[in-house]
């Protein structure tokens, strides 16, 4: 092939990559894709690696598997990374799931790998395997694991961590020590014999670890362990036009929630992997590995004519090679191993191909409701030379799915299109992610399929089977059913087809703060998904609370139309805590789902329906702050908590930073990580000081670290020295001690006790400060068990009249979650100017 073509190619493939971060639901295209997937037939070797996280995998090595070395290549994290921080919004907990689940089919998508997932929680950030692992479940973690082995039957396992404290992170750890375990456990059919009603013990030939960082002494450590094998991840490809270093810096981006953008390292990247486990590797990660056809019965047939295949490949012609793969159809058929599926699969989308097959499914608009006809607009298009015929097509995923047989040829390059009408079911579910149907177990979802435990996404509401035939050979083509719609600031998009409620119902606020006992009014919100609906709509309260009406009648008339219903809640007197339940009943059907749809640049949209509720805190607190600025940093849900205390939040823009007039509010408050975020902050922290000299009361959140360590724009974080750290407390009921019990801050405007620090969510905080000027106070001291108490969470200083305090506490968690003490406690912090003597 001549070096323009191949520079041609590449420039093809430049395009496409490019394309990735701003559609996020593009691949490989055209000639260069159907090369590698020639290459790939050929190839009949995999690899699984395994970690904890979303962006724990090394997106190199996946790369340089997948897209180099053609193997079948998977990442297996144990989590959806539910727990971590989110640097482009205010989503935690499920939401933030969703998020990074979708990051992750992101980046498989630019680097080449599937993705697997176990039913574990990231429950936030543990420093032990043995806490992990309690909280998980060992066992069925550990059974999540083998099952994935057992269905992907891997080659190779590559371990990202090493199962030793010196991973941190103690799922960092529990994810080795599991899959190490889980290697041995997924060979004997005697360790979760229930599997083997749907998969088959596998023996994987070894267990290596991707060490990090190479030096003498883990040299000395892997010679030890049984020898290591070298790959380097910077070679070039000329055909993709990027080394897989490269592709693996796009592929690493995706990772948008959690600040990975990374560098397209060029130039030689090694990667070392240390034998853990099975038979050692002496020269090649897959020494021992028949990677070939003959590798399965009846495979050496199938080998020569899918080389032959590959010799022939003109990307100016591709349409050449049909007749090759034709022939290799009939001998992978009658391959009874599981690899003849696999390539069988893989073999037919290289027909499509090759003869540049266009088939969609697309639905007239994103949503339907249960019961309602849904027009699907059927288009194949054939753009090569030979013949091709459409013989049906037929839609799956609800009953009494209709099919078409239409036995029609594809002209070239002209569309063929066919409608199709569906009616959905009324019992037909709503799209709920699988893993958030039902509660949880503790620290793991409740997955009651077993085929659905390591899936990433949930499968299509309806799937387009294709029935197509080249010659005499029928070949059977499989894609989801999407909307597909064109944004004019963007050009076409897509995204998945939906079932969604009638009606959803979403309380106006996540939480209900009632400082006295005087009623208070509460919204729930109605967003309509069809015509003309309407119902009655109540709130379910717990003992002691009454609301006024009992139930109240909507009607909306039209589809995509809000309206709000206000009820008046009155509280008991006396401390209280629960829970508000909105259910709208419309006939038969009860609605107690919300709807959130979860939409960013880099990823495919996916929408949510948490239950509609609201959480009710009565308890009595006051603050002597009424007037709030705000400075959002990376999102959170605060200011809405601060306007349930009764105070006016202004969220200050940068012109407010630059030169509005502060003096007027009462203090003012950055959002999380908005010193890392924010450079209009940073610019104008001098601004803000002046207004804690003059009288102002400024409430810092916590801020990270930059990789390195470096202060990432934290050098004047406060108006005396303060260096910030990467302590943490990370169980949420860690014991609470009080330095100076008297301290202004803990007597007013609330008495501050150990029982303001009940009922927290899953940390105490995080990246406290580490050294400080004494002028600054501590409040209080905290502690992980059997580790020293920290006294940099939360810091008070006078600064000429005014007040200033840091704290690392997670408020971004608490205060949403409605934990009554947070709000007592935050009250204070905002009161600081006025209670400090």
């Known amino acids: 092939m001549s070096a323009v073509l191949v520079k041609f190619l590449a420039v093809v493939l430049i395009g496409t990559f490019a394309a990735v971060p701003a559609a996020a639901q593009r691949d490989l295209a055209g000639a260069v894709r159907l090369w590698l997937a020639l290459e790939q037939l050929n190839v009949l070797g995999s690899a699984l690696m395994i970690a904890a996280h979303p962006d724990d995998e090394n997106t190199a090595l996946l790369t340089y598997l997948a897209r180099g070395r053609k193997v079948t290549t998977a990442y297996l994290s144990l989590t959806r990374g539910e727990g971590g921080q989110n640097l482009i919004g205010p989503e935690q907990g499920d939401l933030l799931g969703v998020i990074r689940t979708q990051e992750l089919l992101a980046a498989r998508r630019i680097d080449g790998a599937e993705q697997f ?117 910077g070679e070039y490809d000329p055909r ?93 058929r009658q391959i009874r191993d599981p690899w003849g599926a696999r390539k069988l699969a893989e073999l037919d989308e290289a027909l499509a191909l090759a003869a540049g097959l266009w088939l969609d499914a697309s639905t007239d608009r994103p949503h339907a409701v249960p019961g309602s006809t849904v027009k699907v607009e059927i288009t194949a298009v054939n753009r090569s030379p030979f013949a091709v015929t459409l013989a049906g097509v037929r839609l799956e995923g609800v009953p009494q799915a209709p099919a078409a047989e239409l036995a029609k040829p594809l002209a070239y390059n002209q569309p063929l299109r066919h409608a199709l009408s569906v009616r959905i079911p009324d019992t037909q579910a709503y799209s709920q992610p699988f893993w958030l149907r039902h509660p949880p177990a503790g620290a793991r979802y409740s997955i009651d399929e077993p085929e659905l435990v390591n899936r990433a996404d949930p499968e299509p509401v309806l799937r387009a089977r294709f029935r197509l ?106 401390p209280s805590n629960g829970v508000a339940r909105a259910v709208a009943t419309l006939g038969t059907r009860e609605v107690d789902r919300g709807m959130v749809t979860v939409r960013y640049p880099h990823i495919e949209p996916r929408t949510v329906f948490p239950r509609a509720q609201a959480r009710l805190v009565r308890t009595d607190v006051r603050t002597l702050a009424r007037s709030v600025g705000y400075i959002m940093g990376a999102g959170d849900e605060v200011p809405a908590a601060l306007r349930q205390l009764g105070c006016e939040v202004t969220l200050l823009e940068s012109a407010d930073l630059a030169r509005g007039e502060l ?3 009462d203090a003012i408050v950055t959002g999380v990580r908005a010193f890392n975020v924010r450079a209009d ?49 990370s169980v949420e009921d860690a014991p609470v001690s009080f330095p100076d019990p008297d301290h202004p801050l803990l007597k007013a405007p609330n008495h501050i006790t150990a029982a303001d620090f009940d009922g927290w969510v899953q940390e105490r905080g995080l990246y406290f400060a580490v050294e400080w000027d004494p002028r600054y106070q501590p409040l209080w001291a905290t502690h992980d068990p059997g580790e020293k108490p920290l006294l940099g969470g939360t810091l008070v200083a006078r600064h000429g009249k005014g007040a200033y305090v840091f704290t690392a506490l997670s408020w971004f968690r608490q205060l949403p979650a409605g934990v009554p003490g947070a709000y007592r406690i935050f009250a204070n912090l905002l009161s600081a100017a006025k209670v400090l003597p």
Do not use: C
């Open 681 to 729: 902050l940073r610019a104008n922290v001098h601004r803000l000081l002046d207004y804690v000299e003059r009288g102002g009361t400024l409430v810092v959140q916590y801020n990270v670290l930059g990789f390195g360590g470096e202060s990432a724009g934290l050098d004047k974080l406060g108006p005396y020295p303060l260096r910030v750290g990467r302590a943490r407390v």
């Open 240 to 332: 993709l036009g990027y080394s897989y270093a490269e592709i693996a810096g796009m592929s690493r981006s995706m990772h948008r929630s959690q600040g990975f953008g990374s560098a397209e390292r060029r130039g030689s990247v090694k990667n070392y992997l240390v034998h853990v486990a099975g038979e050692p590797a002496n020269e090649d990660l897959f020494d021992g590995v028949d990677t070939t056809w003959n590798r399965v019965p009846g495979g050496a047939a199938v080998a020569p004519v899918l080389a032959e295949a590959l010799r022939r490949f003109d990307p100016r012609n591709p349409a050449a090679v049909i007749p090759l793969l034709l022939d290799a159809r009939p001998l992978i």
């Open 469 to 574: 035939r080249f010659d005499e050979h029928e070949v059977e083509l499989e894609r989801p059913v999407i909307h597909r719609y064109v944004d004019r600031a963007v050009g076409e998009l897509t995204r998945p087809f939906e079932i969604v409620p009638p009606v959803a119902v979403r309380a106006a606020a996540q939480s209900l703060l009632f400082p006295h006992p005087g009623p208070k009014p509460i919204e729930v919100l109605l967003l309509s998904n069809a015509a003309d609906v309407e119902g009655t709509l109540r709130l379910e309260l717990p003992a002691g609370w009454r609301v006024e009406p009992v139930s109240a009648p909507f009607r909306i008339a039209h589809a995509g139309e809000h309206t709000a219903v206000r009820f008046l809640l009155t509280p008991p007197a006396e």
């Open 117 to 233: 997932f176990t039913r574990a929680i990231d429950f936030g950030f543990s420093k032990s395997a043995e806490e992990t692992v309690a909280k998980w479940g060992r066992d069925a973690v550990l059974g999540d694991i083998v099952l994935a082995i057992r269905r992907f039957r891997p080659d190779v396992i590559v371990l990202v961590f090493s199962g030793t404290p010196r991973d941190g992170h103690g799922h960092h750890q529990a994810s080795a020590l599991l899959g190490k375990e889980a290697f041995f456990a997924a060979a004997d059919p005697a360790r979760f014999p229930e599997q083997l009603r749907w998969v088959q013990p596998w023996q994987a030939k070894r267990v290596v670890w991707n060490v990090f960082f190479w030096s003498e002494e883990q040299q000395r450590l892997a010679r030890e362990s049984g020898g290591f094998v070298v790959v380097d991840t």
């Open 663 to 665: 003096g007027h509010f």
